[in-house]
């Protein structure tokens, strides 16, 4: 069987017509794969990674979410919270259990009552 009167392409089992065949340029699946879907932990971890502003002594910054959260905690801490004094404590032995003998560190917090410096504002 031929295509057009005149043309010499047979068609035939994996030889379309040409009118039939993809135009060049265009796409077989013009809507292709869905993108998959992000996990819980990859949303929350594109999440923490954006930046924001803040005013930390008169000065602004950008830092990601997770340095602005973890900046909150310590604040919270130093001003009495236990749940996040707990938080920081178990931050730190944690880091401390995972750092090779040598490499262990050691933080020490000097709170005095009157202190005058400015707190971080958000």
């Given at each position: ?13 994996g030889k379309p017509p040409?009118?039939?065949r993809f135009q060049k ?98």
């Amino acid at each position: 069987m031929m295509s057009k009167k005149g043309d010499k392409y047979e068609v035939g089992y994996g030889k379309p017509p040409v009118h039939t065949r993809f135009q060049k340029g265009m796409s077989g699946n013009p809507s292709g794969r869905r993108a998959r879907q992000l996990s819980f932990d990859e949303l929350m971890a594109r999440e923490l990674g954006k930046k924001i502003t803040i005013t930390e002594n008169g000065e602004s910054r950008r830092i990601t979410k997770q340095d602005a959260i973890v900046k909150r905690c310590v604040q919270k801490a130093i001003q009495g919270d236990l749940s996040a004094q707990k938080q920081v404590r178990e931050s730190l032995s944690r880091l401390e259990s995972s750092l090779p003998l040598h490499e262990t560190i050691k933080v020490t917090l000097k709170l005095e009552e009157d202190d005058d410096t400015p707190k971080e504002h958000w």
